[in-house]
């Protein structure tokens, strides 16, 4: 008992200190962007105050965070709605089966291996060859880079691999006979997708959303040399870690955190509240 018991706390010491050097940094942040109007960049902190929030509600520099903040918004609900619309019809044409879907499958799954800031360059080098050829035919075209075009395709690169791998999990878990005993009753193929498959894998879904917002929310490298003229808010904070020297880069940190957090937190709320309504039908 007592071996088997230093072991627990060698092994809860462990995973501890894990979990600090994970989310201290985080921590870290936090603490900082509140500090008072004479803070620094590093503690102890002096003061505490909302001073660093209301400094970067008017501005940080001659950079426009809030427009920026607004493209990342626009481009996470954009990849988010794209990730699962084409994952759906993908994972479902897998369980179907078709010619040269294990080719295709590594394909995919390949984005995931390529380092990122290749894929980047890759997707910016092909728009820049197709402007080229645009301007053959078309007197002033200036370039078809852009947020929801080149900077879209680089994090769908990243995000629809993980959608189609949740949908191929939840299918290996899924049921044949809801699908069988719905065709019994006269359903027909699609009304057994809208009322018998899509109600039981809706968790699934909610997850691929959340995946390919957060995923393109903080997304850096993909985007860094394929969104054109106007940056995202990942490219902008690491800008302004270069040139700004007050906690109000803390402060955008943590509004950034906020949004993700504030977004996994209605994810799961709304999976909880799936859970419950589903295990009342079933009593």
């Known amino acids: 008992m007592n071996e088997r018991g230093r072991r627990y706390y060698v092994l809860a010491g462990i995973f501890t200190l894990f979990v600090l050097f994970l989310y201290g940094p985080m921590f870290a942040i936090f603490a900082l962007s509140f500090q008072g109007p004479e803070g620094g960049l590093t503690f102890p902190m002096r003061g505490f105050s909302t001073h660093w929030f209301s400094e970067l509600w008017k501005g940080v520099g001659v950079v426009d965070i809030w427009a920026a903040f607004g493209r990342s918004l626009r481009l996470g609900a954009v990849v988010s709605a794209l990730t699962l619309v084409i994952s759906l019809p993908a994972a479902l044409a897998y369980r179907i089966g078709f010619r040269g ?78 699908e069988e005993a719905a065709r019994d009753l006269g359903a027909s193929p699609w009304q057994t997708l809208w009322l018998v498959i899509l109600p039981i894998i809706l968790p699934s879904l909610i997850g691929i959303g959340l995946f390919g917002f957060t995923l393109s929310w903080d997304e850096l490298a993909r985007t860094s040399q394929a969104i054109g003229g106007r940056n995202t808010l990942p490219l902008e904070l690491r800008g302004l870690t270069q040139t700004v020297t007050t906690p109000a880069v803390y402060a955008l940190g943590t509004v950034v955190t906020g949004v993700s957090l504030v977004v996994i937190g209605f994810s799961l709320a709304t999976i909880t509240l799936i859970g419950r309504a589903r295990s009342r039908r079933g009593r």
């Open 101 to 178: 879907a294990t080719l295709l499958f590594y394909t995919v799954i390949a984005s995931l291996i390529v380092p990122s800031i290749v894929v980047s360059l890759g997707i910016g080098l092909e728009f820049r060859l197709f402007d080229d050829w645009v301007k053959e035919f078309i007197v002033g075209h200036q370039t078809s880079t852009g947020l929801f075009s080149s900077a879209l395709g680089a994090h769908l690169t990243w995000t629809l691999p993980f959608g189609l791998l949740i949908l191929l999990a939840a299918f290996n878990r899924f049921d044949r006979r809801y």
